[in-house]
């Protein structure tokens, strides 16, 4: 059972990382996807490594989604 719902919350969070909210914004998708984060692992479903991990990757595409803003491109 525990597995079904951290299979389930990964592939929402996998799926909120490839393709936003409508209207969501870079920062308002990286601050969902920190949220959902930690709610997986304040409810078992990740370990603190995992958790660690998933802050990495919505840290990288933040960082690849605000690369341009502000440099014309």
Do not use: H
Not at 8 to 29: N, S, V
Not at 45 to 64: C, D, M, Y
């Amino acid at each position: 059972m525990n597995d079904d719902r951290k299979q389930q919350a990964m592939a929402a969070w996998y799926q909120l990382l490839k393709e936003p909210l409508i209207r969501m914004d870079c920062e308002e998708q990286y601050d969902e996807l920190l949220k959902a984060a930690d709610e997986m692992e304040r409810a078992g479903l990740i370990n603190s490594n995992e958790w660690r991990q998933l802050v990495r990757e919505a840290g990288l595409a933040f960082a690849q989604a605000t690369e341009g803003i502000g440099n014309g491109t």
